[in-house]
């Protein structure tokens, strides 16, 4: 054999691993483009082409491939007859971090013994204003992770209208099971590495999946100490120290009110809807809390042993319980089953459960195709993000098509960083505003969020695409941004 057939052999199979690649991020790829305007054989060619630029820069990051591939086939079409945003590569250098730091933490347990974990900080775009976006601190996070997420973010926090851009970092560390005592000693050191790339003006963290206020008090205290002032560095902070109040409401609560306008356009409203949630953690609870007040019937809620159903409903006194048992007990959620005689159905999630409205609120690609399919097959009419990309592209794919109303995270859930952003400008001031004042506001936001994604996500039939709204509404003023500043 000669080198030469060597070379047309290698050739061909890369050809093939790409196209497999391609249909993996994407099944059904034709008809997901042909659902969007201006669609062609150019847009498929340049879609398919600007990722495989994708894949190879940024080899093995599935997660980040994914988030990149779900704008990309909305905001390629937008921009096909838009030189100034494809002359300047826009799109290419949104999906290209500016910074990321990577850096070791080494801490002391309880047993006096060292361990080491690796921290995370992706600074992706400031075009609109300082990088803002979360620390997670879970076993599961590595660069892809964080890269997808500090991507979505700058679409989010885009939308909110706020001047905040996007990024996001965090840890291997788990901070379950850990006593307060370790948790303080892994925060201090990995902020003493930290806070030399962070500031109220360049870079504002939050907390995400494992940093709750435990931990930002941690962060704060020893970027405090480093820097010798008092500034609004980071937001999650308690209501004593600079914190705003609805802070840890924000994300639950705007996933409602997102939900309420989505269902207001149909002339309906969440009274009296049956609610599956999914997650038990800070958002899955204030959704909770939220629907109750609204007056929706929750029936589910999970952790990663498995879901309680509860199919009398979830009221004010069993809200109580969660808080003080995911929150200060730090228990499992099949504790609730046993205290007030519901089903616990282990090692599942709750998308098989009836209901009008499912609400993901756990963790990325918790909800597949299949569910996709149940889900509506039993009733739902409405579906929200609460977590961050909790669809398979497959489910969002079967949800658009069968005409559900849903809302992808980087509009519904973007209510916890809209009030960071606010948390950041009480910061800025001095000043504290009411509860009712930041709730009002909040509301605000996601009126706006969803005016913009009517604007934007109108499609050739008619119906509304909130994806397609999500993403090119966010686009759009980051883009103007990164025109008007030159080739930065």
């Not at 599942?348 to 609120?361: F, R």
């Not at 005016?451 to 050739?460: E, F, I, Q």
């Not at 994806?467 to 686009?475: E, P, T, Y």
Request: proline fraction near 4%; hydrophobic fraction near 35%.
């Amino acid at each position: 054999m000669t080198s030469r057939w060597w070379v047309c052999h290698m050739r061909y199979l890369l050809h093939c691993s790409f196209l497999a690649l391609i249909n993996y991020l994407s099944p059904n790829y034709d008809q997901r483009i042909d659902s969007i305007p201006n669609n062609n054989h150019q847009t498929l060619t340049s879609v398919q082409s600007f990722m495989t630029r994708i894949i190879d820069r940024n080899p093995g990051e599935n997660e980040f491939h994914q988030a990149v591939h779900e704008v990309a086939e909305t905001i390629i079409p937008f921009i096909h007859n838009k030189p100034q945003y494809q002359k300047a590569k826009i799109l290419e250098r949104i999906a290209e971090p500016e910074r990321v730091i990577i850096f070791r933490v080494p801490w002391m347990n309880d047993q006096g013994e060292v361990e080491i974990n690796r921290g995370y900080r992706v600074q992706m775009n400031s075009a609109i204003g300082p990088y803002k976006g979360g620390l997670r601190f879970h076993p599961s996070v590595n660069l892809s992770t964080l890269k997808f997420l500090a991507f979505e973010q700058i679409f989010k926090n885009s939308l909110t209208q706020l001047p905040m851009g996007g990024g996001k970092g965090g840890s291997d560390f788990d901070p379950k099971g850990r006593s307060d005592r370790e948790v303080m000693f892994f925060c201090q050191s990995f902020m003493t590495e930290l806070f030399r790339h962070i500031s109220s003006d360049n870079d504002v963290p939050a907390g995400d999946i494992g940093v709750g206020a435990r931990e930002i008090g941690f962060l704060f205290g020893q970027y405090k100490r480093l820097k010798n002032e008092f500034t609004g560095v980071l937001t999650g902070k308690g209501a004593s120290y600079g914190g705003s109040l609805i802070r840890p409401e924000a994300t639950g609560y705007g996933v409602v009110y997102f939900v309420e306008q989505m269902l207001n356009q149909r002339r309906d409203s969440i009274k009296g809807k049956r609610v599956v949630i999914s997650g038990s953690g800070n958002v899955a609870q204030y959704t909770l809390e939220k629907c109750i007040e609204l007056g929706a019937k929750v029936v589910t809620l999970s952790d990663s042993s498995g879901y309680i159903y509860d199919e009398k409903g979830i009221d004010a006194e069993k809200f109580a319980y969660i808080m003080h048992l995911k929150n200060e007990a730090r228990g499992r959620i099949n504790a609730y089953a046993d205290k007030f005689g519901c089903e616990f159905i282990p090692g599942k999630s709750p998308w098989e459960v009836p209901c009008d409205i499912a609400l993901p609120n756990a963790t990325q690609n918790e909800l597949s195709v299949d569910d996709a399919r149940l889900l509506i097959k039993n009733g739902c009419m409405c579906v929200a993000e609460g977590a961050n990309m909790p669809c398979t592209p497959e489910a969002i794919e079967v949800f658009e098509n069968n005409d559900i109303l849903y809302a992808p995270g980087k509009a519904a859930n973007a209510g916890g960083v809209a009030v960071s952003g606010l948390e950041m400008s009480q910061n800025s001031l001095r000043l504290s505003w009411s509860r009712e004042e930041v709730d009002k506001k909040l509301q605000e936001i996601m009126f706006n969020i969803h005016s913009t994604c009517l604007r934007y996500g109108h499609k050739p039939d008619g119906r509304i695409s909130y994806v397609q709204g999500a993403n090119i509404g966010g686009f759009v003023r980051v883009a103007d941004a990164m025109l008007a500043q030159g080739l930065v």
